[in-house]
């Protein structure tokens, strides 16, 4: 079954609201995860929307499951839609230089060997993997750097 913003608030019990809606319609759509501030600043686009209602939203929202808190490297974090949702946990690729967060595959990076049982004495409650690197973009334009260094160095 498809998912719909307002199916998704039903099913946490969450009381249906212009701003929930299109908040969980950006993600939905959304191909990467978002920062509170990309929420905000798309929403504003096409909606009367303040700063402390998107916080308050996203915050509930987290609470109630549907979305996630996925980090991006020191204290920043960005939100997706929560596993349960997409009905797979899956990892992130994260670029160093750009700060571009984007969904793995998750058949490329499996995450329920992790969850199996034995691992821990204890209980695993999340799981969250991250892979540092360049992005192909910046690893471009590092070489190109590079090259125009090299270009100049010879050239002396
Ligand atoms: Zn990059
Ligand atoms: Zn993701």
Do not use: W
């Not at 929403?43 to 915050?59: A, C, F, K, S």
């Not at 004495?121 to 973009?137: N, P």
């Amino acid at each position: 079954m498809k998912n719909t913003p307002a199916g998704l608030l039903q099913k946490a019990g969450l009381g249906i609201t212009r701003h929930r809606l299109a908040i969980l319609e950006l993600f939905l759509i959304s191909p990467e995860p978002l920062r509170a501030r990309d929420v905000l600043e798309q929403l504003q686009d096409t909606t009367l929307i303040n700063r402390v209602t998107v916080y308050r939203n996203l915050d509930l929202l987290v609470e109630k499951k549907l979305l996630h808190r996925i980090s991006s490297g020191e204290r920043s974090f960005r939100y997706g839609l929560s596993p349960n949702i997409l009905g797979q946990s899956h990892a992130h690729f994260h670029c160093t230089s750009c700060d571009r967060l984007v969904c793995l595959d998750p058949d490329d990076v499996r995450l329920e060997s992790i969850n199996a049982p034995g691992i821990v004495a204890g209980s695993i409650e999340h799981v969250e993997i991250r892979l540092d690197g360049l992005c192909s973009s910046c690893l471009e334009s590092q070489k190109r750097a590079r090259a125009a260094d090299n270009a100049f160095g010879s050239g002396r």
